[in-house]
């Protein structure tokens, strides 16, 4: 059974930078397709980006796109979130995902389409 284990949050001024890493345990992540999503108080969890495993293929909101970089280390497995130039309005739970890369398909931007889910960290950006 796949497990994701996230770390990387915390608190940043407005204008600096965090790297959030989501770690495979259980299961390596070959055949999976990863994404990131978002979930501020009061709001839905929204998709912030995602990378196919095997392709390296990115997607990304379009409110994070040219700031946030998703990529990947084969050797570790794990997964990266590398945000840059980050707003007050970035704060909130982000949350490390996969599922495999048939059953995500063209919803990748869908929180529905994924199993398997991190514990959620935590982002502040102060203004």
């Known amino acids: 059974q796949l497990q994701l284990l996230e770390s990387g949050g915390g608190l940043v001024q407005a204008g600096g930078s965090l790297r959030l890493s989501c770690a495979a345990s259980?299961?390596?992540?070959?055949?999976?397709?990863q994404a990131w999503f978002r979930q501020a108080p009061g709001k839905e969890r929204d998709f912030v980006g995602s990378?196919?495993?095997?392709?390296?293929?990115?997607s990304y909101a379009h409110s994070v796109r040219g700031r946030f970089t998703i990529s990947r280390d084969h050797a570790k497995d794990t997964v990266y979130l590398q945000m840059n130039s980050l707003k007050p309005e970035d704060t909130a739970v982000y949350y490390c995902?996969?599922?495999?890369?048939?059953?995500?398909?063209?919803?990748?931007?869908?929180?529905?389409?994924?199993?398997?889910w991190g514990q959620g960290t935590q982002v502040t950006v102060s203004s």
């Open positions: 259980g299961h390596r992540f070959s055949g999976y397709h």
């Open positions: 995902a996969a599922d495999w890369t048939g059953n995500v398909g063209s919803t990748y931007y869908h929180p529905g389409s994924y199993a398997y």
């Open positions: 990378i196919v495993w095997s392709t390296g293929r990115t």
